[in-house]
């Protein structure tokens, strides 16, 4: 096989190119190609898999145990369950996150809990000095006797004192202020941070010690970004929220050792960040309850329900040119005109909702602003939409509806024919279209004649 070599990566998605070009042709980001040294000879595959000897050998399915070694499970479930369960021994873990978002501050709380337990962890910094970490620490009463710290940008250093005495947690923060002598380019380049990451990742297997990685999601093209490392490492976790808001999301991108879709709630305050056992608590208590605008959804992230309000703004304008499918649906089978109206959605809190099952909850909220017209008290809204306007089912409709009862609220708009929610408590009610859950929920008939007019209109 002719041997390709790929000289050119994206510092933004991390996509490979042969050729150097002026956008990336993966992710289309202007001037983020760089130059990827690339070693003639193979050092050895870094992977869970690399050790050699006696994994080399087939073994018998059922002889093999399902875990090699237990978990390091932390006093935080909400990073324990990101993390699938704890930190695996020999495990590479990136938390990549914007700058300020909270990663060296949640890293240290996670060196503070290990500590707590008896065990050495290696605080190395490339960012700050000693002393800033120490005053870190002591805000956010972390001062372990059983943190090491080590402010240090040269790899073959940080290796060795990984390995002069194997502690039972290793931070490197930031991945990207690390080099490698044996490397050209500074600090951040492409080949810098992805060969340090490569060979941290050979170091903690070979030693079962656990490292994690943070790496800054940068708008600065000069410095690789966290992309540049998630086909690398074990586990890619990110780190969202608001910097000028409480809430910050731990999310789980890929993990070897657990489930990618996990979530892990955080609030930020004056000693740091705490958990949130309980986010829909968390987010409904900041919510304008009967404010045109604002629907409640039962959103599903990983195994766990969350009740998030969703508010909506339609604004007149004269250049507006948001096109968004909801936006189209309800124009088509409502027959609303957005043509000429800015519109602005966001979800209380500052956190990011990606599920599909918040669709209805959207359009009902972009209706009840644009009515000015409040939806009722108590009420969820739960469900996908399709493109005739048509209300599809989502899964785990009984989770989301428990998560409902649980924190007070009352009625249920649901998809039809789902069978669920008989048992929860709530009120009930099954719509086929966004036309009849726009009937459903608001109590004074609409202003126009269009819901009547789209309600017949769904076809499959
Ligand atoms: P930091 O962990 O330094 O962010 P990152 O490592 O992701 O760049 O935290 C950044 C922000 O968090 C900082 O702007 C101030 C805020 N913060 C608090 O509000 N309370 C605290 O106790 C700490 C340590 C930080
Ligand atoms: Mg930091």
Not at 193 to 212: C, T
Not at 316 to 341: C, D, P, W
Not at 418 to 442: D, N, Q, Y
Request: charged fraction near 20%; aromatic fraction near 4%.
């Amino acid at each position: 096989m002719a041997k390709s070599t790929i000289t050119f990566v994206c510092t933004e998605c991390g996509g490979e190119s042969l050729r150097w070009a002026g956008q990336c042709p993966h992710c289309q980001a202007w001037n983020t190609l760089q130059e990827f040294q690339v070693r003639k000879a193979a050092v050895g595959k870094a992977g869970p898999h690399a050790k050699r000897g006696a994994g080399s050998k087939p073994l018998a399915l059922v002889d093999i145990s399902s875990e090699d070694a237990p978990r390091r499970a932390l006093a935080w479930d909400e990073l324990n369950r990101v993390l699938g369960g704890g930190i695996v021994p020999g495990s590479l873990v990136l938390v990549g996150g914007e700058p300020g978002v909270g990663k060296s501050t949640l890293l240290m709380h996670a060196a503070a809990q290990v500590a707590q337990r008896g065990s050495r962890v290696l605080y190395v910094s490339g960012e700050e000095s000693a002393q800033q970490i120490r005053m870190r620490a002591q805000r956010l009463g972390a001062l372990e006797a059983g943190i090491f710290v080590l402010a240090e940008n040269d790899l073959d250093l940080i290796c060795d004192a990984i390995s002069a005495e194997p502690p039972a947690l290793v931070i490197i923060d930031s991945i990207q202020t690390v080099t490698d002598a044996g490397f050209e380019g500074s600090a951040g380049s492409v080949t810098q941070v992805r060969e340090s990451a490569a060979r941290l990742m050979r170091l903690a297997k070979e030693i079962g010690v656990p490292i994690f990685l943070v790496g800054h999601v940068t708008k600065d093209g000069s410095i690789a970004g966290p992309r540049v490392l998630e086909h690398i490492v074990d586990t890619v976790l990110y780190l969202e929220g608001d910097r000028r808001q409480e809430l910050r999301i731990l999310r789980a991108m890929k993990n070897r050792f657990g489930s990618a879709e996990e979530i892990g709630v955080f609030a930020m305050g004056e000693a740091g960040l705490e958990e949130v056992p309980d986010p829909s608590a968390a987010l409904l208590g900041s919510s304008a309850t009967s404010s045109p605008g604002t629907a409640i959804v039962a959103a599903l992230e990983g195994t766990r329900p969350l009740l998030v309000e969703i508010q909506s703004l339609v604004n007149k304008t004269e250049n507006s040119i948001v096109r968004h499918m909801i936006l189209a649906v309800l124009e088509k089978r409502l027959s609303y005109k957005f043509g000429t109206s800015d519109i602005f959605v966001s979800v209380a809190g500052g956190i990011r909702v990606t599920e599909p099952a918040a669709d209805l909850g959207l359009a009902l909220s972009i209706v009840s602003n644009h009515n000015n017209g409040p939806l009722p008290d108590g009420l969820v809204v739960i469900g996908e939409l399709g493109l005739t306007g048509e209300v599809r089912r989502v899964g785990q409709l009984e989770r989301r509806l428990q998560e409902a009862a649980r924190h007070g609220l009352t009625r249920a708009l649901i998809p039809a024919g789902a069978k669920a929610g008989r048992h929860s408590g709530l009120e009930i009610v099954e719509v086929r279209t966004l036309a009849e859950a726009a009937s459903a929920a608001f109590s004074t008939p609409m202003r126009s004649g269009a819901l009547i007019r789209g309600a017949g209109v769904s076809v499959s």
